[in-house]
């Protein structure tokens, strides 16, 4: 082997995306498939036919199920749940249904998408088309190493490949549809295995056809996909292998680095070290006997290899810092590196760092990415993978590697340094939007990257700067902070509740606008008193209004959003919901425990990390508490879901544990009910969960098709207490009781 080869050993095959599909007890295998991309799998829709005890080809849709699958590069006990997202069942040209014993059909795909992203070393393949005279090996669908077969595209007509296998080794059988086909010389999988032409069920002749089977080529399998939109198209793109080559028109390029490569790498012993060290984390080979690669030989890898030149220069920038001749060679080999065809923007380190905290954001703010590139590149187009307002973090690698090739932000540096690359404004930008540890991670990657590149600091100062304003500018203007206690004494009447309302001034303290000894009211006053108090306040901004309401633990489901606030004659209503940020505090419960106030502010404080946690009719008080304490222990958001009676034990749990974020559907009776309210709380930032509840009531109350009622416990750390509350001097203007 010579120098930045990959080692045959580590060369991958298909096994790293290899899927089972089991049966529907789960004692074998039904078949086989293939991991795409972020959550999605594909397999065959025969397989999964086979999996649900139907005929094989049948056609019929059979709604959304769950397979049960496995990856067989992790645990043959690892078994994960797949949703059947796009089905493209079997068919004939023309359209019409197969009977079982066809020898040829299209079609039959299906698409099946994981609760989360596998882990690695699952990971997808690259994909080619499907030529003839292609040596191809498939695998069963348990993934064992023995269980290869090695077959040989004899023939290709229509989409379709036909595959013949040598009389020695395993033979392509049942257990392999779905599952890639790997062509060994291209290192990519190039279509999947569908069937195998059987002799007939007489004694056996010369003249029977043997080992034959056959395989949808990837070029057909992209075209089912498209048509029945199966797959993002940004993902599908995504996976048609590049080749790794030197370009002919880098030819040039490449004889241009080998001066200033000869300055930083002249000394042999100096090359053959950081040729080694980029050799491993390229995961290429490298001789061990001292011997270092002619510099011709590192300029090809640069030309050639992604991420080659800034692992590189990863490595050098810290010592020629000190180095003006030095630097200012490495700063010509860079600039070189953007008029190769390959060189990326980021060292593999860079890469990995920056892609995992993206998808973490990504899941926690979908919406994030895409307003931080809006407002970080206004003048420019975003490219396609960055144009949708909500982005999956399997999306994330994808607009990342677009953001790399855009050489500049369009802002202009300081004389004689390099422009700053528009992906470094774009991490200012996400950065800008967080906060805490998040935020002093990405600023530091970006110092780091900038230093690397030769950017001068000002240049990052200024735009860090721009993203700060705009961050600013970005935050929802504050409204006025309303606090309403609700009470009931035995002898009130029905739906009749004694109110006490306080409007928090901007310096925390507060003006009492109603007392607990007034008469008992309606919902219907108790609202409008409310909209009475939010109207008069002063000294506030302009945003929506909080309205907090402390209620005792067993009116949790009050519906007090619902609550008409019109004034008679009004020509619309008005309920509470639709025109504040209405929310639920229940105090009494969390004041039972002793650790209460402080479990309360660590979570409260810790709001901005993790995700929620989803408490559904599986989930029993006890098992919520046990998860509290120990996995969940910083957990601030938790959505419940199951019938009314088990909805109201977890929320129990939830405010004496100190859980400030609590969020359900109170109109639901069934488990599953709750379920149109699963996106609100992963969609966007913690604090904007308030004016997204208000988005869906409005919604809400004007369909009158959907019966879901949000109700929104918020149990602000930073806001008081009605009992705790520092109440202004009488004199400055306390109002009166209304």
């Given at each position: 082997?010579?120098?930045?080869?990959?080692?045959?050993?580590?060369?991958?095959?298909?096994?790293?995306?290899?899927?089972?599909?089991?049966?529907?007890?789960?004692?074998?295998?039904?078949?086989?498939?293939v991991?795409?991309?972020?959550?999605?799998?594909?397999?065959?829709?025969?397989?999964?036919?086979?999996?649900?005890?139907?005929?094989?080809?049948?056609?019929?849709?059979?709604?959304?199920?769950?397979?049960?699958?496995?990856?067989?590069?992790?645990?043959?006990?690892d078994?994960?749940?797949?949703?059947?997202?796009?089905?493209?069942?079997?068919?004939?040209?023309?359209?019409?249904?197969?009977?079982?014993?066809?020898?040829?059909?299209?079609?039959?795909?299906?698409?099946?998408?994981?609760?989360?992203?596998?882990?690695?070393?699952?990971?997808?393949?690259?994909?080619?088309?499907?030529?003839?005279?292609?040596?191809?090996?498939?695998?069963?669908g348990?993934?064992?190493?023995?269980?290869?077969?090695?077959?040989?595209?004899?023939?290709?007509?229509?989409?379709?490949?036909?595959?013949?296998?040598?009389?020695?080794?395993?033979?392509?059988?049942?257990?392999?549809?779905?599952?890639?086909?790997?062509?060994?010389?291209?290192g990519?999988?190039?279509?999947?295995?569908?069937?195998?032409?059987?002799?007939?069920?007489?004694a056996?002749?010369?003249?029977?056809?043997?080992?034959?089977?056959?395989?949808?080529?990837?070029?057909?399998?992209?075209?089912?996909?498209?048509?029945?939109?199966?797959?993002?198209?940004?993902?599908?793109?995504?996976?048609?292998?590049?080749?790794?080559t030197?370009?002919?028109?880098?030819?040039?390029?490449?004889?241009?680095?080998?001066?200033?490569?000869?300055?930083?790498?002249?000394?042999?012993?100096?090359?053959?070290?950081?040729?080694?060290?980029?050799?491993?984390?390229?995961?290429?080979?490298?001789?061990?006997?001292?011997?270092?690669?002619?510099?011709?030989?590192?300029?090809?890898?640069?030309?050639?290899?992604?991420?080659?030149?800034?692992?590189?220069?990863?490595?050098?920038?810290?010592?020629?810092?000190?180095?003006?001749?030095?630097?200012?060679?490495?700063?010509?080999?860079?600039?070189?590196?953007?008029?190769?065809?390959?060189?990326?923007?980021?060292?593999?380190?860079?890469?990995r760092?920056?892609?995992?905290?993206?998808?973490?954001?990504?899941?926690?703010?979908?919406?994030?990415?895409?307003?931080?590139?809006?407002?970080?590149?206004?003048?420019?187009?975003?490219?396609?993978?960055?144009?949708?307002?909500?982005?999956?973090?399997?999306?994330?690698?994808?607009a990342?590697?677009?953001?790399?090739?855009?050489?500049?932000d369009g802002?202009?540096?300081?004389?004689?340094?390099?422009?700053?690359?528009?992906?470094?404004?774009?991490?200012?930008?996400?950065?800008?939007?967080?906060?805490?540890?998040?935020?002093?991670?990405?600023?530091?990657?970006?110092?780091?990257?900038?230093?690397?590149?030769?950017?001068?600091?000002?240049?990052?100062?200024?735009?860090?700067?721009?993203?700060?304003?705009?961050?600013?500018?970005?935050?929802?203007?504050?409204?006025?902070?309303?606090?309403?206690?609700?009470?009931?004494?035995?002898?009130?009447?029905?739906?009749?509740?004694?109110?006490?309302?306080?409007?928090?001034?901007?310096?925390?303290?507060?003006?009492?606008?109603?007392?607990?000894?007034?008469?008992?009211?309606?919902?219907?006053?108790?609202?409008?008193?409310?909209?009475?108090?939010?109207?008069?306040?002063?000294?506030?901004?302009?945003?929506?209004?909080?309205?907090?309401?402390?209620?005792?633990?067993?009116?949790?489901?009050?519906?007090?959003?619902?609550?008409?606030?019109?004034?008679?004659?009004?020509?619309?209503?008005?309920?509470?919901?639709?025109?504040?940020?209405?929310?639920?505090?229940?105090?009494?419960?969390?004041?039972?425990?002793?650790?209460?106030a402080?479990?309360?502010?660590?979570?409260?404080?810790?709001?901005?990390?993790?995700?929620?946690?989803?408490?559904?009719?599986?989930?029993?008080?006890?098992?919520?508490?046990?998860?509290?304490?120990?996995?969940?222990?910083?957990?601030?958001r938790?959505?419940?879901?199951?019938?009314?009676?088990?909805?109201?034990?977890?929320?129990?749990?939830?405010?004496?544990?100190?859980?400030?974020?609590v969020?359900?559907?109170?109109?639901?009776?069934?488990?599953?009910?709750?379920?149109?309210?699963?996106?609100?709380?992963?969609?966007?930032?913690?604090?904007?969960?308030?004016?997204?509840?208000?988005?869906?009531?409005?919604?809400?109350?004007?369909?009158?098709?959907?019966?879901?009622?949000?109700?929104?416990?918020?149990d602000?750390?930073?806001?008081?207490?009605?009992?705790?509350?520092?109440?202004?001097?009488?004199?400055?203007?306390?109002?009166h009781?209304?």
């Amino acid at each position: 082997m010579t120098w930045f080869e990959t080692p045959r050993a580590d060369r991958p095959d298909a096994r790293g995306a290899l899927v089972r599909i089991l049966s529907s007890n789960r004692t074998r295998t039904a078949g086989a498939g293939v991991y795409l991309t972020g959550r999605h799998l594909l397999t065959c829709a025969h397989v999964v036919n086979s999996v649900l005890g139907r005929r094989g080809l049948s056609p019929r849709h059979p709604g959304r199920i769950t397979l049960d699958v496995s990856f067989p590069v992790l645990s043959a006990t690892d078994v994960r749940s797949a949703y059947l997202v796009a089905w493209i069942p079997p068919r004939s040209h023309e359209y019409r249904p197969v009977d079982d014993g066809a020898l040829k059909w299209e079609g039959d795909l299906a698409v099946l998408e994981l609760d989360e992203e596998p882990p690695p070393p699952v990971a997808p393949v690259r994909w080619l088309e499907m030529a003839r005279g292609q040596e191809v090996r498939a695998w069963y669908g348990s993934g064992q190493p023995f269980s290869y077969a090695d077959v040989r595209v004899a023939a290709y007509d229509d989409g379709v490949g036909y595959l013949d296998g040598q009389l020695s080794g395993a033979a392509v059988d049942e257990g392999y549809s779905g599952g890639p086909l790997w062509s060994v010389a291209d290192g990519a999988a190039v279509g999947l295995v569908m069937g195998r032409i059987t002799a007939p069920d007489t004694a056996f002749s010369s003249q029977h056809t043997v080992r034959r089977s056959w395989g949808l080529a990837w070029q057909s399998v992209v075209v089912e996909l498209r048509r029945a939109e199966a797959v993002p198209e940004t993902h599908l793109a995504g996976l048609w292998a590049q080749p790794a080559t030197v370009f002919a028109e880098d030819e040039s390029v490449r004889d241009m680095m080998v001066g200033p490569l000869h300055t930083l790498l002249g000394d042999p012993a100096k090359r053959a070290a950081h040729a080694v060290e980029l050799a491993e984390k390229l995961g290429l080979w490298a001789p061990s006997d001292g011997t270092a690669p002619p510099v011709e030989k590192l300029a090809q890898l640069l030309c050639g290899s992604e991420r080659a030149l800034p692992t590189l220069a990863e490595v050098l920038a810290p010592k020629v810092a000190d180095d003006p001749r030095g630097r200012a060679e490495l700063d010509r080999l860079l600039a070189l590196g953007w008029h190769t065809g390959a060189a990326r923007l980021l060292s593999v380190t860079e890469h990995r760092v920056l892609r995992g905290k993206l998808e973490h954001l990504t899941r926690i703010d979908p919406g994030l990415l895409h307003r931080a590139a809006t407002a970080a590149l206004p003048y420019l187009d975003l490219p396609q993978s960055l144009q949708a307002v909500h982005l999956t973090a399997s999306a994330v690698p994808e607009a990342l590697g677009e953001l790399e090739t855009w050489y500049g932000d369009g802002a202009p540096v300081p004389d004689e340094t390099p422009r700053l690359p528009a992906l470094l404004r774009v991490v200012e930008y996400v950065a800008a939007a967080t906060d805490g540890l998040v935020r002093r991670a990405l600023q530091e990657w970006s110092n780091r990257v900038a230093a690397r590149l030769g950017i001068h600091p000002s240049a990052l100062r200024e735009r860090r700067a721009d993203a700060e304003r705009w961050s600013r500018q970005a935050a929802a203007p504050a409204g006025a902070r309303i606090l309403v206690q609700l009470d009931r004494y035995a002898k009130d009447p029905a739906d009749h509740y004694r109110c006490s309302v306080w409007r928090l001034r901007p310096d925390g303290t507060a003006t009492r606008a109603a007392t607990s000894s007034d008469r008992p009211r309606t919902g219907g006053e108790i609202a409008r008193l409310i909209r009475q108090v939010a109207g008069g306040a002063k000294d506030t901004g302009d945003g929506v209004a909080l309205v907090a309401v402390s209620v005792p633990p067993e009116e949790l489901n009050l519906p007090v959003d619902e609550w008409d606030g019109a004034e008679p004659g009004e020509y619309m209503p008005a309920p509470l919901g639709e025109d504040f940020h209405l929310v639920l505090r229940s105090p009494k419960l969390r004041l039972r425990s002793p650790s209460g106030a402080a479990d309360l502010e660590r979570r409260w404080n810790a709001r901005h990390q993790g995700g929620p946690l989803l408490a559904d009719h599986t989930t029993g008080d006890r098992m919520l508490a046990v998860l509290l304490k120990t996995t969940h222990r910083d957990t601030a958001r938790v959505l419940l879901d199951g019938t009314p009676e088990h909805r109201r034990k977890l929320v129990f749990v939830c405010l004496a544990m100190g859980v400030p974020i609590v969020l359900w559907d109170r109109a639901g009776v069934r488990p599953g009910e709750g379920r149109p309210l699963d996106a609100t709380v992963p969609e966007g930032p913690v604090d904007g969960l308030p004016e997204r509840v208000r988005h869906l009531r409005v919604h809400f109350y004007a369909d009158e098709a959907v019966t879901a009622r949000p109700t929104l416990v918020w149990d602000d750390a930073e806001l008081p207490l009605p009992d705790e509350l520092r109440l202004a001097d009488p004199t400055e203007g306390t109002e009166h009781a209304i």
